[in-house]
């Protein structure tokens, strides 16, 4: 192996480790990176700017070479942000297990031409992530900073990272999924560009990775948000089950679909007896809705109490939700998604880094599906029909997402929320809330224009903390239509 103009012994790393842990970025930088964001709002990449010529002493590079040598092995650095869940800031106190990736981690390109003659072991995908080293930054902030801002982050952690066995089956099994496409679109098409636009495809079967952004824009391999919160919050003390012999869709599917095959038809009370799961009754002489998540649990032999506990569960982004049909496949609530951190639209950034796209292209639903005998029949007695598992495709993201993307942008870089006072239309008067203020409501975009659509949530009408463009408002959350998520499921076969 030739040297390596960076080469370092453990040692010598970590003793700059220690030495920049709880230090500012803007005390760290000795090189003086962040003179390039005077003047200059978004400058991407400062933070490792920092850390790469501060630190470790070596100018940034976009080339294919390992960054630096440590004891002989090729290592990749990579500088992460680390924030507060949305969870965590609720709380009165926040600590290190609260913390989750700002964003995903990107890879590698995704190089046609040179991917079909790789094997894993040998692709560049994987000598980039096979030895990490992490540094932590804390965006110690709830709303989106300009570049500048960043000296006030403080480093908060650092680690060699190696991904374990099972892990580096999974990063496998991804890639070669991602490169079998490419060679049938090689091998079976005159033209094969015309097929690589359709990568995006591959999102319901990539369990830790995806690829980003979509073609004709070079896309390339990037470590899931997830993914990237899952390493992060290890390295913070957090512990996750590991589920042996999972490791990818496929398996999990295949715990469902033999689940329902053996319990299909049973009512949630027969399935709980007959899975020796221990419930209690509530005030309604029923069981509470996370009896299915008790339910899943059992299936995957878990002594977890959560879903989120088990590791492949959180890598892969996999929520549970569970749903009462009735005879005739009708009646789905609207379901809520997640908070719009507005900061970040006021940056305007492209919709394929925007929050919104991130959330839809990793997330995936299992939904537990129920039948009711009638609409008073209480959940004890909803029949048990199987598993679905939805993910959301190109054309529903490009369309319905982009659309309240888009419109939710407009309405606050063109200043043009508007509140209005919700009048009755039996009275001709102000609806009045139970708080004695009157009822409004805001332009963002409806249900009845989008199955992804805004609205508020909050404890009641004298508590809005939130305020954009001048209006306070409770916070803004996408939700997707009952409707729509109903219709998802009816398309789709039983796991």
Same mark, same amino acid.
């Given at each position: 192996?030739?040297?390596?103009?960076?080469?370092?012994?453990?040692?010598?790393?970590?003793?700059?480790?220690?030495?920049?842990?709880?230090?500012?970025?803007?005390?760290?930088?000795?090189?003086?990176?962040?003179?390039?964001?005077?003047?200059?709002?978004?400058?991407?990449?400062?933070?490792?700017?920092?850390?790469?010529?501060?630190?470790?002493?070596?100018?940034?590079?976009?080339?294919?070479?390992?960054?630096?040598?440590?004891?002989?092995?090729?290592?990749?650095?990579?500088?992460?942000?680390?924030?507060?869940?949305?969870?965590?800031?609720?709380?009165?106190?926040?600590?290190?297990?609260?913390?989750?990736?700002?964003?995903?981690?990107?890879?590698?390109?995704?190089?046609?031409?040179?991917?079909?003659?790789?094997?894993?072991?040998?692709?560049?995908?994987?000598?980039?992530?096979?030895?990490?080293?992490?540094?932590?930054?804390?965006?110690?902030?709830?709303?989106?900073?300009?570049?500048?801002?960043?000296?006030?982050?403080?480093?908060?952690?650092?680690?060699?990272?190696?991904?374990?066995?099972?892990?580096?089956?999974?990063?496998?099994?991804?890639?070669?999924?991602?490169?079998?496409?490419?060679?049938?679109?090689?091998?079976?098409?005159?033209?094969?560009?015309?097929?690589?636009?359709?990568?995006?495809?591959?999102?319901?079967?990539?369990?830790?990775?995806?690829?980003?952004?979509?073609?004709?824009?070079?896309?390339?391999?990037?470590?899931?948000?997830?993914?990237?919160?899952?390493?992060?919050?290890?390295?913070?003390?957090?512990?996750?089950?590991?589920?042996?012999?999972?490791?990818?869709?496929?398996?999990?599917?295949?715990?469902?679909?033999?689940?329902?095959?053996?319990?299909?038809?049973?009512?949630?009370?027969?399935?709980?007896?007959?899975?020796?799961?221990?419930?209690?009754?509530?005030?309604?002489?029923?069981?509470?809705?996370?009896?299915?998540?008790?339910?899943?649990?059992?299936?995957?032999?878990?002594?977890?109490?959560?879903?989120?506990?088990?590791?492949?569960?959180?890598?892969?982004?996999?929520?549970? %939700?569970?749903?009462?049909?009735?005879?005739?496949?009708?009646? +789905?609530?609207? =379901? &809520? #998604?997640?908070? !719009?951190?507005?900061? $970040?639209?006021?940056?305007?950034?492209?919709?394929?880094?925007?929050?919104?796209?991130?959330?839809?292209?990793?997330?995936?639903?299992?939904?537990?599906?129920?039948?009711?005998?009638?609409?008073?029949?209480?959940?004890?007695?909803?029949?048990?029909?199987?598993?679905?598992?939805?993910?959301?495709?190109?054309?529903?993201?490009?369309?319905?997402?982009?659309?309240?993307?888009?419109?939710?942008?407009?309405?606050?870089?063109?200043?043009?929320?508007?509140?209005?006072?919700?009048?009755?239309? %039996?009275?001709?008067?102000?609806?009045?809330?139970?708080?004695? +203020?009157?009822? =409004? &409501? #805001?332009?963002? !975009?409806?249900?009845? $224009?989008?199955?992804?659509?805004?609205?508020?949530?909050?404890?009641?009408?004298?508590?809005?903390?939130?305020?954009?463009?001048?209006?306070?408002?409770?916070?803004?959350?996408?939700?997707?239509?009952?409707?729509?998520?109903?219709?998802?499921?009816?398309?789709?076969?039983?796991?």
């Amino acid at each position: 192996m030739m040297e390596h103009e960076f080469s370092y012994t453990s040692k010598e790393i970590n003793d700059k480790l220690s030495s920049i842990i709880n230090e500012t970025l803007g005390d760290i930088d000795v090189n003086n990176a962040f003179d390039k964001t005077i003047g200059k709002p978004k400058v991407t990449g400062i933070a490792g700017d920092v850390i790469e010529q501060s630190v470790l002493g070596y100018p940034a590079n976009s080339d294919q070479k390992p960054d630096i040598i440590v004891d002989g092995k090729n290592v990749e650095v990579k500088t992460t942000g680390v924030k507060y869940s949305t969870k965590a800031l609720k709380k009165k106190k926040q600590t290190v297990a609260d913390f989750e990736a700002k964003e995903p981690m990107s890879v590698t390109a995704v190089s046609p031409e040179k991917i079909v003659n790789e094997t894993f072991d040998d692709s560049n995908f994987w000598h980039k992530l096979e030895n990490i080293l992490f540094f932590y930054y804390h965006y110690d902030s709830p709303t989106t900073v300009k570049s500048w801002e960043y000296k006030d982050f403080k480093v908060v952690g650092a680690e060699f990272h190696e991904f374990s066995n099972a892990d580096k089956e999974r990063l496998k099994q991804d890639w070669e999924k991602v490169r079998d496409f490419i060679i049938d679109a090689q091998k079976n098409y005159s033209d094969p560009t015309t097929r690589y636009p359709l990568l995006g495809s591959l999102r319901k079967e990539l369990l830790l990775i995806d690829t980003a952004p979509k073609y004709p824009n070079p896309p390339r391999f990037r470590l899931k948000r997830s993914t990237v919160t899952s390493i992060i919050q290890e390295y913070f003390g957090k512990k996750f089950e590991k589920l042996p012999q999972i490791d990818s869709f496929s398996d999990i599917d295949k715990v469902l679909h033999n689940a329902t095959q053996k319990y299909r038809g049973l009512t949630v009370e027969e399935l709980l007896k007959r899975l020796n799961i221990k419930y209690t009754l509530n005030t309604s002489g029923d069981v509470n809705k996370n009896v299915a998540e008790k339910i899943m649990l059992k299936l995957f032999g878990s002594n977890a109490n959560k879903l989120n506990k088990i590791d492949i569960f959180q890598k892969a982004n996999l929520t549970l %939700k569970s749903i009462v049909q009735t005879k005739k496949q009708t009646r +789905t609530e609207d =379901t &809520k #998604l997640f908070p !719009i951190d507005f900061d $970040e639209i006021g940056l305007d950034p492209d919709f394929e880094e925007s929050q919104f796209y991130t959330y839809f292209s990793e997330k995936q639903f299992i939904f537990v599906i129920f039948e009711e005998p009638d609409s008073d029949a209480k959940l004890l007695k909803n029949k048990f029909l199987g598993f679905k598992r939805v993910s959301f495709d190109d054309h529903f993201i490009d369309n319905y997402v982009h659309k309240a993307w888009t419109h939710t942008k407009d309405l606050v870089l063109n200043d043009g929320l508007v509140e209005e006072i919700v009048i009755s239309k %039996k009275t001709g008067r102000p609806i009045i809330n139970k708080a004695g +203020t009157p009822r =409004t &409501k #805001l332009n963002f !975009i409806k249900s009845s $224009e989008n199955p992804i659509f805004v609205r508020g949530s909050g404890k009641d009408s004298k508590h809005k903390p939130l305020q954009v463009n001048g209006i306070d408002m409770y916070a803004q959350w996408i939700w997707i239509k009952g409707s729509t998520i109903n219709e998802m499921l009816n398309n789709l076969d039983y796991i």
